[in-house]
């Protein structure tokens, strides 16, 4: 999942990528098509070419989706970077509270701070959702 400062997070990305078809898919539904297909009225050629257009559409458009979120991925990692020895406001379950971030960890490809908020007391395991200002 992809996340950023002050985002909500959730699992709808998972989601569309589970309900989706992949090209397998498309193929064991042609053959099962053609296969039960009446032999007094076969598939006409251009209706077989118009669906695997529509199905070459959907698999380019998947793999602009992938490439999109390759693309957020990194540029989430690059927001992460760029908030070493920032001061922050971060959101806890008691309020928010003020620290600089000291360091910053990459846990499953998302990023995890760990903020100095006073002498000698850190916060860590901060997720960039619950950063909420950069100053």
């Known amino acids: 999942m992809v996340e950023s400062i002050g985002a909500n997070i959730g699992s709808q990305n998972q989601d569309i990528q589970r309900a989706s078809l992949?090209?397998?898919?498309?193929?064991?539904?042609?053959?099962?098509?053609?296969?039960?297909?009446?032999?007094?009225?076969?598939?006409?050629?251009?209706?077989?070419?118009?669906?695997f257009a529509q199905f070459a559409s959907l698999e380019q458009t998947r793999q602009?989706?992938?490439?999109?979120?390759?693309?957020?991925?990194?540029?989430m990692g690059n927001q992460a970077l760029g908030l070493l020895g920032k001061a922050v406001e971060v959101v806890t379950e008691s309020g928010s509270v003020s620290g600089e971030v000291t360091s910053v960890?990459?846990?499953?490809?998302?990023?995890?701070?760990?903020?100095?908020?006073?002498?000698?007391?850190?916060?860590t395991n901060i997720a960039l959702s619950q950063i909420i200002q950069v100053r």
């Open 22 to 51: 992949g090209q397998e898919d498309f193929l064991k539904i042609l053959l099962t098509q053609l296969s039960y297909q009446d032999p007094l009225k076969p598939m006409d050629n251009q209706e077989f070419i118009a669906q």
């Open 64 to 75: 602009s989706n992938e490439n999109l979120n390759s693309l957020l991925i990194m540029q």
């Open 105 to 123: 960890a990459f846990v499953q490809g998302s990023p995890l701070f760990t903020v100095k908020v006073g002498e000698e007391q850190f916060l």
